[in-house]
């Protein structure tokens, strides 16, 4: 009488379909791929939101991994195998997540980013269960933030006058955030020195003085914190 086995199979039937229905519901890039030692792998469920990232069709994105993995850019191919290779192979239980470029037939490249989580097989293979996101508009933003800071940080050192920015706490306490190349060598400060500059600026003043660039650096703090209030 096989009846009570053929009910647990039938239930777990069931239950996968309703997650794989509640799956293709959800507006979510969620795929599940298997991938084998050899680095073969095999898209086994794919959602539309996936497929459309990659500007491929739901039975494209599907049926073949090759139609995914064509779409990734060359440059950030080498890397990513490398990456993912070594988590399928040293660690069998260790999230793989990766960014990189995505060359959409309409959009042009866009970015991604990939959060796959690892399920052991008896055969060797890890089946990935994976989101994959646009993060096309915050790459964007976060260049365009370097890019300012790149600016900043030009203008700044091409100032005659000797450019700093620093932190001062409550008690006094002074570390120095930036120095440019001017400050440096005003102060006379060498390159292996200027670690333990960011640490400890007091260092560079002068013992007679030091009292009052203590008074000086906990008076505009607590002029800022009036400021604040």
């Given at each position: 009488d096989i009846t009570e086995q053929w009910q647990s199979n039938q239930?777990?039937?069931d239950r996968n379909e309703l997650l794989e229905r509640m799956v293709?519901?959800?507006?979510?890039?969620?795929?599940i791929t298997q991938i084998y030692p050899n680095d073969i792998?095999?898209?086994r469920f794919v959602t539309p939101q996936f497929a459309e990232i990659f500007g491929l069709t739901l039975e494209e994105a599907s049926h073949d991994f090759r139609n995914v993995a064509a779409r990734i850019h060359p440059d950030d191919v080498p890397e990513m195998i490398h990456t993912s290779s070594r988590?399928?192979?040293?660690?069998a239980e260790m999230p793989w997540r990766y960014e990189y470029r995505v060359i959409?037939?309409?959009?042009?490249?866009?970015w991604v980013e990939s959060h796959n989580f690892p399920d052991p097989q008896p055969d060797g293979s890890n089946i990935w269960y994976g989101i994959t996101n646009d993060i096309t508009e915050r790459k964007k933003f976060e260049e365009e933030r370097r890019q300012e800071q790149e600016r900043f940080r030009m203008m700044l050192e091409k100032s005659p006058g000797a450019m700093c920015s620093f932190h001062i706490q409550a008690d006094g306490a002074f570390t120095l955030l930036y120095a440019s190349e001017r400050f440096y060598e005003m102060h006379g400060v060498t390159e292996a020195e200027r670690e333990t500059l960011f640490a400890d600026?007091?260092?560079?003043?002068?013992h007679e003085d030091m009292a009052l660039?203590?008074?000086a650096c906990c008076e505009a703090t607590a002029t800022l914190n009036l400021a604040r209030a």
């Open positions: 239930r777990d039937n293709q519901l959800m507006p979510l890039p969620v795929t792998a095999h898209n988590c399928n192979t040293l660690n959409h037939p309409e959009r042009g490249i866009i600026a007091y260092r560079y003043v002068p660039a203590h008074s």
